[in-house]
């Protein structure tokens, strides 16, 4: 897109456009260039008449809660979409599922699941970012993993349609699902079970703590960068290598927890995306064995 002409080309919504909007802002590492547009649609409707309308040729991206997520420094193509508006954020608790907005942060999800006591949904109060990102990569931690508890998906694909997700159709596996590039998720039923209030504290307070002691904190990072291989953990892999003493620019392994990149403010995506290609090279060489990224890499250089 002509960044001159970004606005004129795309349909009247009504939420909202901005053109150049810088990327980082956006991002839990703190790095990433300028979006040509970012769009933030009002509700499911408002994102619908936008891609029913907009160019085929325009280029989308949705943007979740930025946390397992490299921005380069040449920022995005196209359109970047940000289910930001409260509409996207909305919580309904019935007797056998919870009902979620894509666009639901933990912090939100946290006090709902203490205050109902919707006992196996703890684990997901502490992975970073919102709900509907957690689909793609089948995040998960302690554990459990989000397909253990997901029922069924709104999607909205490329062309405006809008269907239902059953589980078993996402074909999940170890941070994997079969989720087609042009799907965004709209809205997420999630099963639980009712457990006392105070259960349920106790056990996000202990997941809380483990984190604190294990893993960095008040540090720009994206959580775990490399997925483990199949019976290995990458932390070791890294360590034994000497991966874990890197450090380019502003960005290095994190001293507390080596599968941990970290941005000391410094650093930029070049900086982050050399020092893991550096320590993907390094176990190669050792082990044989090539590190497969957590972090999603997007955008231009």
Request: aromatic share 8%; with cysteine.
């Amino acid at each position: 897109m002509n960044t001159a002409e970004n606005l004129k080309q795309l349909p009247e919504i009504r939420g909202k456009y901005k053109s150049g909007e810088m990327l980082k802002n956006y991002t839990w590492l703190n790095v990433g260039g300028p979006a040509d547009v970012m769009f933030f649609p009002k509700d499911t409707e408002d994102l619908q008449y936008f891609l029913q309308n907009k160019d085929e040729n325009v280029q989308v991206f949705v943007l979740g809660g930025g946390a397992n997520l490299l921005v380069r420094d040449g920022g995005i193509e196209g359109v970047v979409i940000k289910l930001a508006d409260e509409n996207f954020r909305k919580v309904k608790v019935e007797s056998d599922k919870i009902i979620c907005g894509a666009g639901l942060l933990n912090n939100v999800l946290k006090k709902t699941v203490e205050d109902e006591g919707l006992g196996g949904l703890e684990f997901l109060c502490s992975i970073p970012g919102c709900l509907g990102g957690a689909l793609r990569s089948n995040a998960g931690c302690f554990g459990r993993e989000i397909s253990d508890v997901l029922i069924s998906a709104k999607v909205i694909n490329g062309k405006g349609e809008i269907f239902t997700v059953k589980n078993q159709d996402f074909h999940f596996s170890y941070r994997h699902s079969d989720f087609p590039a042009d799907w965004i998720v709209t809205e997420l039923s999630l099963r639980y079970e009712k457990k006392n209030t105070d259960d349920v504290k106790a056990l996000i307070e202990e997941q809380a703590q483990y984190r604190k002691t294990h893993q960095p904190q008040g540090i720009r990072t994206a959580g775990s960068t490399f997925k483990n291989p199949p019976q290995m953990r990458a932390w070791e892999l890294i360590k034994n290598s000497g991966a874990d003493k890197l450090k380019i620019g502003g960005a290095q392994m994190s001293p507390q927890h080596c599968n941990f990149l970290q941005n000391d403010g410094t650093a930029n995506a070049a900086d982050i995306e050399k020092l893991c290609d550096e320590v993907i090279r390094l176990v190669k060489d050792k082990y044989g064995i090539e590190l497969e990224m957590e972090v999603n890499k997007v955008g231009r250089r």
